[in-house]
């Protein structure tokens, strides 16, 4: 009797330790997935997955590795793989009870493709108790992925790229000067200084100006005297007046012996502490800055020239190199220069372009309305000034309106060896690169073009990219343009979304995708439906899209009717 009860304790030891060894199967039930429907974002596809790991369901002695696999048609790739043991297993991985079994986090990416749209996630196991694999079936866990965000590529190209402007001016204002010098406490004009090389050019230029009223138009002439600081301000003020004076007569002379009527402007500064201060600043003299110094620290003339004097050492040198200069009276012709008119510049285009300046040529490309006529303007700019990146960068604007992105790529790249700090041609560098797909390239460019006028519309672009959604929503402001509309729609600023590609104002296929989605998300079937029709009919590409594409996923009816 005894045999028998140890025969059947025996074997039921051996059934229990045999079921403790077998691994059943796990149901989708014991899994949740984060987000729910998987998301592109920034080129990758993440995922958060937890997980339960039910009672009496892992052995002591195994050993579990997950790995989660997205599968899509023609491929599959896998994600991060995490590992488990039970409790008589030796390791550094997360251990499983037996009795009362387990919870765990995995955390996974995948990078991004478009065939990623229509797929399907599973958990894979590899599993072994002792040493013997043992046989898990895979769980599927979550279905499609989301790629919106990853329409960036195809929604930069509404964003206006930037274009590099002319500086022409019609009217440019002209200065010319000419000092009188002046002895110290002397006023009276000498001959030398008369008939100096500066005051030569000086009436040259008053003459010249004169003659050449069709292009050239007088201001005026202002004279303007000083007295350096030093000495008596009373006395100063007496030598600046009179050299003033002094100036003026002579002005007034040369006027009138060469026949020009001209407005005279004067006036005198007694002690001229400004220009004492701007030579000092620019000269070798020891102990300039504490010169410079007492200048900052004293505003009181006596007290100034009293602590300067002080400075010994170096008065001397003052005397000599810095007060002289200050003798003066400083005349300042002011003139305009006359460019040429619209007419004048669109006729020398024709007859010929070489007489034109650049900017000039630059301009001429903007009182012309198409594109051809545009391109053939700064394809003269280019033969002609063949150093200014400003034409490049201008036929890249055009090539890439007109959706060439290779001539586009091709003209920027000669530019950005011209100038490879210029904004514009950095942010066009930066558009491209999104076009592409290449956010990091972007990100570098859009960077250096920061100063270009279209560069806040093209970073919205690649926050877009990046998953900054309310960072692009502020960087478009109120353009209107479908990358605005993604951004918004990615904000779930659905209304917002809606007027913006109602506002597009060359609306094109994506326009009327963007709006199907907005109608997805706000569960409106016919808008879905008619948008999706319009987009189809302008780009057949779209419908296989619209097929795979997560968005439209319970809206199969306006899918069947594309």
Not at 281 to 297: E, T, W, Y
Not at 325 to 348: H, P, V
């Amino acid at each position: 009797m005894k045999k028998v009860q140890v025969s059947l304790f025996a074997a039921a030891l051996l059934l229990l330790c045999s079921c403790s060894n077998k691994l059943g199967s796990l149901s989708s039930n014991y899994f949740a997935v984060t987000p729910q429907l998987l998301e592109a974002v920034n080129g990758e596809v993440p995922v958060t997955i937890s997980g339960t790991f039910p009672e009496k369901f892992f052995p002591k002695k195994a050993v579990i590795t997950i790995t989660p696999v997205l599968k899509y048609e023609g491929g599959s790739v896998s994600g991060d793989s995490y590992t488990f043991i039970g409790e008589k297993v030796e390791g550094n991985s997360q251990v499983i009870s037996n009795k009362t079994g387990g919870n765990f986090t995995m955390k996974s990416s995948f990078d991004y493709i478009p065939e990623m749209a229509k797929s399907e996630l599973y958990l894979e196991f590899a599993a072994k108790v002792k040493n013997k694999t043992k046989a898990m079936p895979a769980v599927k866990v979550a279905d499609g992925v989301l790629a919106t965000a990853e329409l960036y590529s195809q929604t930069t190209t509404s964003t206006k790229p930037a274009y590099a402007e002319d500086a022409f001016q019609r009217v440019i204002k002209q200065a010319k000067q000419a000092n009188i010098m002046f002895l110290i406490q002397q006023t009276n004009l000498r001959w030398s200084e008369l008939n100096s090389a500066d005051m030569k050019e000086f009436t040259e230029t008053l003459k010249d100006v004169d003659a050449d009223k069709e292009n050239k138009v007088l201001d005026n002439i202002e004279v303007s005297a000083y007295a350096s600081p030093d000495g008596d301000i009373d006395l100063n003020d007496r030598l600046a007046a009179q050299r003033q004076n002094n100036a003026e007569s002579h002005v007034n002379k040369l006027l009138k012996k060469n026949k020009v009527d001209a407005y005279v402007d004067t006036e005198y500064t007694a002690e001229d502490w400004e220009g004492f201060q701007e030579l000092v600043a620019g000269s070798n003299i020891p102990d300039k800055d504490l010169i410079l110094r007492v200048l900052s620290m004293y505003k009181e003339p006596e007290v100034r020239e009293r602590e300067i004097k002080n400075i010994s050492a170096v008065y001397s040198e003052l005397a000599e190199e810095i007060l002289p200069q200050l003798r003066r009276a400083r005349l300042t012709l002011n003139y305009q220069l006359i460019g040429r008119s619209d007419d004048e510049i669109l006729a020398a285009l024709k007859e010929d372009a070489s007489v034109l300046s650049v900017e000039e040529l630059l301009y001429a490309a903007t009182l012309v309305e198409s594109a051809n006529e545009k391109s053939t303007i700064y394809n003269k700019t280019v033969k002609l000034y063949p150093n200014d990146y400003r034409a490049y960068n201008n036929l890249a604007d055009l090539s890439m309106k007109a959706g060439d992105y290779a001539a586009a790529k091709n003209h920027l790249e000669k530019a950005v060896k011209l100038n490879a700090s210029a904004a514009e041609v950095n942010t066009n560098l930066g558009m491209l690169a999104l076009i592409e797909g290449n956010v990091a390239d972007a990100e570098s460019y859009l960077i250096k073009g920061t100063d270009a006028k279209a560069n806040e519309a093209a970073l919205g672009n690649l926050y877009i990219a990046q998953g900054q959604y309310e960072r692009a929503v502020s960087a478009f402001g109120d353009t209107k343009s479908n990358a605005a509309a993604l951004a918004q729609i990615m904000s779930e600023n659905y209304t917002a979304a809606k007027s913006t590609l109602n506002s597009v104002e060359t609306p094109d296929a994506y326009t009327y995708y963007l709006n199907a989605i907005v109608g997805a998300r706000t569960n409106n079937a016919a808008m879905v439906a008619e948008n999706l029709t319009k987009a189809v009919r302008l780009d057949s590409n779209l419908r296989q899209r619209a097929i795979n594409d997560a968005e439209f996923k319970k809206f199969a009816s306006a899918i069947l009717n594309l």
